[in-house]
């Protein structure tokens, strides 16, 4: 029996850029960028660390696919904007705090960047992968 652990490998993927992406995120609110910006240049840097990690950590994915990355960058745009979206939200109309805002949205990131790189950027044909395991 194969269990699928993508998830779980997602999950900690997510929380070693999460933890590099909200230091820079929190140093750039802390010097004065604004939450919008520095919510950006966070997610932006981190986004090509989460690629190689993701393809070949979480989902295991050995494929020369030169479309994956463009797939991988439009994927964590949609994750993106969502995550701007429920952090811009939290924070200029509930009036909760930054940080908390930020990590609210960090929620969404992930759980949208998930579905998307497993049922579109890393998705295998699973009868491609019997034909090349027999």
Same mark, same amino acid.
């Given at each position: 029996?194969?269990?699928? /652990?993508?998830? %779980? ?14 230091? /820079? ?41 030169? %479309?994956? /990355? ?45 579905? %998307? ?18």
């Amino acid at each position: 029996m194969c269990y699928d /652990i993508s998830l %779980l490998k997602y999950l900690c993927v997510g929380a070693i850029n999460s933890v590099f992406g909200y230091v /820079i995120i929190f140093i750039l609110l802390y010097v004065g960028v604004v939450a919008e910006i520095s919510n950006f240049i966070g997610y932006f840097i981190s986004i090509f660390i989460s690629f190689y990690l993701n393809k070949y950590f979480s989902f295991n994915d050995k494929t020369k696919n030169n %479309l994956q /990355i463009f797939k991988f960058i439009v994927s964590m745009g949609i994750s993106y904007a969502s995550n701007l979206v429920v952090m811009s939200f939290s924070y200029r109309f509930l009036d909760i705090n930054v940080y908390i805002s930020q990590i609210f949205g960090g929620f969404i990131y992930f759980f949208i960047g998930y579905l %998307l790189s497993k049922k579109w950027v890393f998705h295998s044909d699973p009868r491609k992968k019997a034909m090349l395991n027999d």
